[in-house]
């Protein structure tokens, strides 16, 4: 039984590094990050800024989240005004998704 034991950590382990390897070589595209990453973030922004999240799909939070990251990057110059995020909710929303969103 403990050679059994022994088999099985050594076929897990060789398992996982491939699908590493992958997400490690796609840093470049910015779409399988934040795909990886939406989820959570989405339950971060539902648990930090309910008032944000009470009337928005988890589509349409992702989105917002998104468009936090663009903002990080410096990649727009507006604000989140225009989807009803007020400036505090825009500073959280910037800390929640450079935290576990942006690449």
Request: charged share 25%; proline share 9%; net charge negative.
């Amino acid at each position: 039984m403990s050679t059994a034991t022994m088999a099985a950590p050594l076929s897990s382990p060789t398992s996982v590094p491939p699908s590493s390897t992958p997400a490690s070589s796609a840093p470049d595209s910015v779409a399988p990050v934040a795909l990886g990453n939406a989820d959570l973030f989405v339950a971060a922004v539902r648990r930090d800024l309910p008032d944000l999240a009470v009337d928005r799909r988890d589509e349409e939070i992702a989105a917002l989240g998104n468009k936090a990251c663009a903002l990080v990057r410096g990649d727009r110059q507006d604000d989140l005004a225009e989807y009803g995020v007020s400036t505090d909710q825009e500073l959280r929303l910037t800390k929640i998704a450079e935290a576990g969103l942006c690449p």
